[in-house]
C-alpha cells in the first residue's frame, strides 16, 4: 500500500496557514497575531530497499521530483523509474515554492512510514504521512472536509433565513436578476439583522438571473441577503468533519440530557480540519483550547488525526521564540496535550516526533526564570490565564503550576522514550520547583495557595493555582484537602464566569467527589444558555447580562463567539466522571471505570478505547459494564471492586456490580 | 516616494529559492543540498504617522492585507484607506501562502524604509525595500533581469550553433514543421554534440509550422538541435544585468588586458539576480564563491543589492542548525564578506541587519569546538577547503585561522554598532584562539604553520593555513616573513589548482610585493586557458590535461563548468594591487592608493568608490590619479607620499608624482 510523504509536521503546519487566511472579519482577511510558518521548501525523501530483479516504480509529487539511486542521479524524468535488482538506497527530492512538497511511489518500492525525510542533505527522520492520502489522486494539497446539502429549517418574520441551529458553510444562492448582493451571517437574528456591526460578510454581484454562487465557508444560524436573490432556492453546502461520535450520554433528566446533545454539537461543529476554538471569529488554532477539545475528544471521537495535526501545527517551526499563540500559558497547555494524545492512545510516535520540539520549548521557556525557577511574563509574552479581571504582573503562582505539570509531562515523556538521563534531570527540576511552589506561594493563614508574589510580596486569592494544583495533584493531601475547602468549595476568591475556566473546577470538582455541585452547576450555567435558545455553546455567559450583552465581547456587539468548544466541558465531564471511565496506563492497557452518577439514578452511556469501547450503564443502584476493550479494567461501585477482563474476542465482556 | 516593502531579507530567501529552482541537471530539476527557506507568511507593518489633515492612502498589497488604525481594524477593505488627522499609528498585515507578503501604500502616508515589520506581533524591525520596487506594477514578484535581442555568431561544421562566446539566456527557436524536438546546450562545441552526456537539454514538440518557442535560461556558447527547427531563425533573448561596469584596466601587455577582459566577461555572466558560482551547472550561491565575487565587485561594479541579496539570501532564516552551504569554512567566508561589503560601502545599514544573524551562526560554530577553542568538523559538516588532495579530519589548522578572522569580524561589526560589551568579548576571543593556533600549529623546525592536529600529532603542510594567516594579518611580522618563505614561495607545500584558492594566494603574494611572479603566474594559469579558446574562466584548470579531459569533473564527462565566478580573480587583482586602490576606513572616507605595476610600465585603469572614481595612470614611472572620491586619500608611489584631498565638485582631483 502507498501513502503520499512529507517532511514530518509540514503538512500541519501548511494545511494550519490555509485555514487560518480563512478567517474573514468585517470584509477582511485577519492575519494571525503569531508567526505563520511554512513548509520546508526542498525536502529530501530516502529508502533503502532490496529487489531480488528490477523492479520500477510509478512517481507521483508535488513539486518538481529528483531521483538518485545510490547518490547518483538518473538521466530521466520519466513518471517511471527504473530500480536495479539488489540492494540499493533510493532518494527523491521533491521542491516547491507554492505548495507542500509530497511525494508517491507506487510499484516495486511504495512511499509509506517507512522512509526518511530531510531538508538539509544530513537530518534524515521520519517521514509525515497519513492513511487519508493513499492514491495518485489523493494529494496532500487537495484535502478537505467533507460536505452535503442542508435546506434552511425556514424564514423568520424579519425575513431571515434559518438553518434552525448553528451551522457551517458554504452558502449557495440564486439569483433572481442580475445585481449586487450583500450577505450578512448571524450566529443571531440581531447579529444577521445588523449589517456591518456583526463579524462576517460577503459581497459580490450577480452577472444575471438564475446564476448559482456559492459563498465562502462561513459560521451562522441566521442570514440576511440584501440584494436579488431567490431566497426560496437558498442551501448550505454544510461542511462537516465526517468523524463517527464514539460516545453516548444520557440520563433520566432530560435537561443534562439537552446540554450533553448541544455540548456534542459544539465540539462537532469545532472539529474542523484543526479543533479550532470557535467556528464564526477565529477559526484558529489556540493551544488553550485545543487541550479542553484533545480532553473532550478522549470521550467522543477518540480521533487522534485532528489531535495531531492540531498540535503539531501549534507548535509550528524552528526557531521557538515566542510562545505558543504568544501566550506563555499556552506552552505549557500544549505540551500537556501531547502527553494526553499518548496516554490516551498509547501510541508513542507522535509524542517520538514532539519531543525534541517540546524540550526546545521548555529551553525558551525556562530563559525566563527568576532566581526560585519561576517563570515570568516577559513583555513580549501574553499572560492569559481567563478572560477575567485580575493582576498578572510578578510571579503568578498558577503558571508556576503549569509549569511544573509541564516538567513532569517532560519527565513522563523521556521515560517513555527511553531517555532516563532527560528523564531524571526533569523530574528533578520538577521536584525542585513544587517545594518552592509550596515553600513561596502556600499560605497558612488562608490554608490555599495565593495567587502571586510582586515585588516580594505574595498577594491575592483566585481560583486557578488551586485548581490547576488539585487537578494535577501538586498538592499533599492535606494541603489538597485545605485547598478544595478554602478555595474550591468557598466564595473567598472571585466566582468564574468562563467554561474555559469552568471546565477545570468542575474537573477538579468531580475528583474531589463533588457531583451534586458539578451537576447544579451545569444545569444553571449550561442550562442558562440552553433557556436562551443556544444551540452551540457560547464562549462566555454571564447569567447577569440580558439581551444584545450576551453577544457583545472585545468591545464589538457581536464580537463573542456563539460555539466555542471550551464549552462543549459537559462531554468530558459525562464520560470521565460522571460515567467513570479513564486509562490508569497509556493507551487503554489498563483503565478504570469508577462510575459516580451523584444524583442521578438513571444513568446509560458510551466510551471509546483505542481498540474498542466502554459501555456503562447505572440503573437502581447496580451497574453494568460492557466491554471491547483490550485492556485489563477494574469497575469500582460504591466500595466493591470487579475485575474488567481483556475483550479478545468479538463477544463484549459484561461485568456487573 | 513610496516604494514596496516586506519583511526584512525576505524578498533575497523568496529570490533564492526561484533561483535556485531553475537549476536543472540531466533533465531534471536540481534540488538545493541545504535548507531552502521560505519567507514569512504573514507580516505586519506598522508605522506611527501624524496629519494635519484627514487624508487617504491608495493600499497595494501581494497577499491579503488588514488595515488597522490605532490597533483597531477599519471595517473595509477598498483599496484607499481613509487616515484621520493627529497622530497616529497605521497598521497593514498582509498575509500570502504562495507569494512573498509586501505591501505599497501611496497619499497621505507612503511606504518606505521608515515602516517596521514583524512576524510574531511583538518583535518590529526595519521593514525590507529596494529603490527598484517604487510603483505599485513594480511588484517584487514580478523581479526579472533585464533582456536583449542576441543573434547567433555563425554556424560550425558540425551545424552547431555558436553564439562566439559564452552567452546566458532564452533561446528562441522557429520551427519548419510539426514534430518533436531536443536542444542540447554545450560550452564547449564536443558538449554540444554529446547529447545527454552533457549536463542541460530541453525537449519539447512543435505543434506547427511557423512556432516561435522560448526555451528556459540557460548557459550555453554552442546548440545543437534535434528536430525541425529553422535554425536560420534563431535567436537567444539574452538576460544580463543591467548594471554599469564601473572600472577600467589596460596596459602594454595585450595578454593580460585579455585576461582582464575575458575575467571581467566571466564576473559579468555571473553576476545576476545573486553572485552565482557559475552559469552552466548549479547556478548557485554558495558563499565561498560569493566572497570572491563580492572583492570583484569592489574593483567592477560596486553594486551593492546583489551583494546584499547573496548574503542574505546565503543566511537565510533561523534557526542556524547547520554551516551555510552545509560548509564549515563557508559560514566564514559569508561573515567576511559582510564585513567586506560594510567596510567598501560604510553603510552600516546591512551589517546592522545581519548583525544578530552573525551572532546566532556564531553561537552554533562555538557548539563545535575542542579543549582549545579549535572548531573541529563534524559528521553533519562538509569540510571543503578546495578541491584537492588533503586529509581533513580533526582540528585543520585553516579553519582556525577562518574562525580567528570571522570572530575580529563580529569584534569589529559590533564595534561600528556601538555594541562595547560584544566587541570586547570577540576581540577576547580573538586573541585567545590566535595565542592557540601559534601555539598548536607553528612549527619551529618548519618555519610555518602546519596543516592539521589528528590525535595530538600536528601533521601536514599545505598552503592554505599560512596563506590566509598572511592574508589577515595573523602572523606576526616575523612570522610571517617565514610563512611567506617557506610556504607561499617555496615548494614544500602541494601547488594550488584550482582559480578558486589562487585567487587568494595571489592576493597574499601581491601583498608581499610578489607582483611579477604574480603576473608571471596569471599569463601561464589564466593566459593558458585563453590559448584553449575560452572565452569566461573555467572552474578548475590543469594545464597539463588535454582535450576532453578539460570538460570533466566530478565523474561527468562535461561536469565542469566553464564559466566560474572565482575564476575572475584578475579584475581584483588589478584594481586592488597593479593599481593599489584600498579603502583605509570604511566606504572610502579614507583611502590609499599604492600602485605596483611589477614589470609593467604603462598601466591605465580605474576603479569605482562609492561616492565618485579614482582614475589611475602609470607610464614612464610616473603615477598619475584623477579623482571623484569624496574622502581623504593617498597616494604612496616609490618611497613619495602625496595626499589625495576629498574631491568636492565636479571637477576630479588630479595629483602626480
Known amino acids: 500500500m502507498a501513502y503520499w510523504i512529507w517532511f514530518p509536521h509540514d503538512f500541519s503546519i501548511d494545511l494550519r496557514g490555509r485555514v487560518e487566511m480563512r478567517r474573514q472579519e468585517h470584509g477582511m482577511t485577519c492575519p494571525s497575531i503569531w508567526r505563520m510558518d511554512a513548509p520546508s521548501r526542498a525536502v529530501a525523501f530516502r529508502r533503502a530497499y532490496t529487489l531480488d530483479a528490477p523492479g520500477r516504480a510509478r512517481l507521483f509529487s508535488q513539486g518538481e521530483a529528483y531521483v538518485c ?31 507542500l512538497p509530497a511525494l508517491y511511489l507506487e510499484g516495486d518500492v511504495e512511499t509509506d512510514g517507512s522512509f526518511f525525510a530531510c531538508e538539509n542533505n544530513v537530518d534524515f527522520v521520519p517521514c509525515g504521512w497519513s492513511p487519508a492520502f493513499c492514491a495518485p489522486g489523493k494529494r496532500p494539497m487537495d484535502y478537505c472536509l467533507p460536505t452535503r446539502p442542508l435546506s434552511p429549517a425556514g424564514r423568520t418574520e424579519e425575513g431571515l433565513i434559518d438553518f434552525g441551529r448553528e451551522v457551517f458553510g458554504f452558502l449557495h444562492l440564486t439569483s433572481a436578476a442580475p445585481g449586487a448582493y450583500t450577505v450578512y451571517y448571524g450566529e443571531s437574528a440581531a447579529e444577521a439583522l445588523a449589517g456591518k456591526q456583526g463579524e462576517t460578510w460577503d459581497a459580490g454581484a450577480f452577472l444575471r438571473a438564475g446564476e448559482e454562487i456559492r459563498l465562502p465557508s462561513r459560521a451562522m ?64 488554532v489556540w493551544a488553550g483550547d485545543a487541550l479542553q477539545s484533545v480532553l473532550i475528544n478522549h470521550y467522543s471521537y477518540l480521533d487522534r488525526a485532528t489531535t495531531r495535526r492540531t498540535l503539531a501545527a501549534l507548535r509550528g517551526r524552528d526557531p521557538f521564540n515566542q510562545h505558543i499563540n504568544t501566550i506563555l500559558d499556552y506552552t505549557f497547555y500544549w505540551m500537556i496535550a501531547v502527553w494526553e494524545d499518548y496516554f490516551y492512545t498509547g501510541d508513542p510516535s507522535f509524542l517520538a516526533g514532539m519531543y525534541e520540539k517540546m524540550v526546545s520549548a521548555m529551553d525558551y521557556t525556562l530563559r525566563f526564570t527568576s532566581a526560585d525557577g519561576f517563570v515570568v511574563g516577559q513583555k513580549r509574552d501574553w ?25 513532569r509531562v517532560l519527565a513522563d515523556s523521556a521515560a517513555v522514550l527511553g531517555k532516563a538521563a532527560d528523564a531524571a534531570a526533569y523530574a528533578a527540576r520538577a521536584g525542585a520547583l513544587r517545594d518552592r511552589i509550596l515553600a513561596v506561594f502556600w499560605s497558612e493563614e488562608k490554608g490555599t495557595l495565593l495567587h502571586q508574589r510582586v515585588d516580594g510580596k505574595v498577594q491575592g486569592h483566585t481560583r486557578y493555582a488551586p485548581l490547576f494544583a488539585l487537578l494535577y495533584g501538586l498538592l499533599p493531601a492535606d494541603k489538597a484537602r485545605l485547598a478544595t475547602e478554602n478555595t474550591l468549595l468557598s466564595d473567598a476568591a472571585p466566582a468564574i464566569t468562563t467554561p474555559y475556566m469552568r471546565f477545570y473546577e468542575m474537573d ?43 453577544y457583545a465581547m472585545y468591545g464589538r456587539p457581536f464580537g463573542r463567539s456563539l460555539c ?94
Open 221 to 284: 444560524r441566521f442570514v440576511r441577503v440584501d440584494g436579488p436573490a431567490d431566497l426560496s432556492a437558498a442551501w448550505l453546502e454544510e461542511e462537516y468533519n465526517g468523524l463517527p461520535w464514539r460516545a453516548a450520554f444520557s440520563c433520566e433528566d432530560e435537561r443534562l440530557n439537552a446540554i450533553y446533545g448541544v455540548s456534542a454539537r459544539t465540539m462537532e461543529l469545532c472539529t474542523r480540519e484543526f479543533f479550532l476554538d470557535g467556528i464564526k471569529r477565529d477559526r484558529w
Open 383 to 407: 499572560v492569559f490565564v481567563d478572560w477575567a479581571d485580575m493582576r498578572k504582573e510578578g510571579e503568578l503562582c498558577v503558571e508556576q503550576v503549569l509549569l511544573w505539570k509541564a516538567l
Open 69 to 99: 539511486i545510490d547518490g547518483a542521479s538518473i538521466p530521466d524524468r520519466a513518471q517511471e523509474i527504473a530500480l536495479p535488482a539488489g540492494s540499493h538506497v533510493l532518494t527523491v527530492s521533491v521542491m516547491s515554492l507554492t505548495s
Open 508 to 550: 477538579a470538582l468531580l475528583r474531589a467527589g463533588r457531583t451534586r455541585e458539578v451537576l447544579e452547576g451545569v444545569r444553571a450555567y449550561w442550562g442558562g444558555m440552553l433557556d436562551l435558545g443556544a444551540t452551540s455553546i457560547w464562549e462566555q455567559f454571564d447569567p447577569n447580562e440580558t439581551g444584545g450583552e450576551h
Open 564 to 657: 466555542h468548544c471550551w464549552g462543549a466541558g459537559p462531554v468530558y465531564l459525562c464520560g470521565r466522571h460522571i460515567l467513570g471511565v479513564a486509562p490508569t496506563a497509556p493507551g487503554y492497557a489498563q483503565y478504570e471505570v469508577r462510575p459516580n452518577p451523584g444524583d442521578l439514578r438513571r444513568v446509560e452511556g458510551a466510551v471509546p478505547t483505542p481498540d474498542g469501547s466502554l459501555s456503562v450503564r447505572i440503573e437502581d443502584g447496580r451497574v453494568r459494564v460492557s466491554s471491547t476493550c483490550r485492556g485489563e479494567g477494574v469497575l469500582l461501585w460504591q466500595g466493591q471492586r470487579a475485575p474488567l477482563p481483556p475483550c479478545e474476542g468479538t463477544e463484549p465482556v459484561v461485568v456487573e456490580l
